[in-house]
């Protein structure tokens, strides 16, 4: 059974954006320096080709992966006048240790960690969905440490 992906409109946007660069501009590039390199003769010792070719095959796997992505995705849109966290919501949580942080709830194709974006599958994701402001909301870490947090804003 194939799991449920789903995507807010600004992920759908980034990844057209991204499977269109890579089917119009990244396969021409690699294209020319896969026939630059042919160039040079022999391809059984020659770098550039194989480079190139490694380069190519990452780029039709990820045009694959993407074009499954998109035809499978749910675009779920952030109900504009909710009380409640759900994907796509901004939330500002206060930590145990009292350090604020703010994620961005998203469906796992576009988290993003160092950007703030966390999955509605994560640990942390999943404990949020659903919560209200002043709500409290705990999670296991990867490391086993338990994640104790209080929603101070939701925001969309």
């Known amino acids: 059974m194939t799991k449920e992906i789903m995507l807010t409109p600004e992920g759908r946007e980034k990844l057209e954006q991204e499977l269109n660069e890579l089917e119009t501009v990244k396969r021409i590039e690699i294209g020319e320096r896969i026939k630059v390199a042919r160039e040079f003769g022999d391809i059984s010792e020659n770098s550039e080709y194989d ?3 490694t380069e190519q ?3 039709e796997s990820r045009i694959a992966e993407i074009n499954q992505i998109l035809a499978s995705a749910t675009v ?4 504009k006048r909710s009380n409640k966290v759900s994907i796509g919501s901004v939330v500002t949580v ?3 240790g009292g350090a604020e942080r703010t994620f961005t709830l998203v469906g796992a194709a576009e988290a993003d960690i160092a950007a703030g974006r966390i999955s509605n599958e994560s640990p942390v994701g999943a404990a949020l969905l659903g919560k209200k402001k002043g709500d409290t909301a705990e999670a296991e870490a990867p490391n086993g440490k ?3 947090f209080t929603i101070l804003k939701i925001s969309k």
């Not at 779920?76 to 109900?79: A, G, I, L, R």
Request: proline share 6%.
């Open 76 to 79: 779920v849109e952030t109900p």
């Open 146 to 148: 338990m994640l104790k």
């Open 94 to 96: 206060e930590m145990d």
């Open 51 to 53: 480079d190139a070719k």
């Open 57 to 59: 095959a990452w780029m």
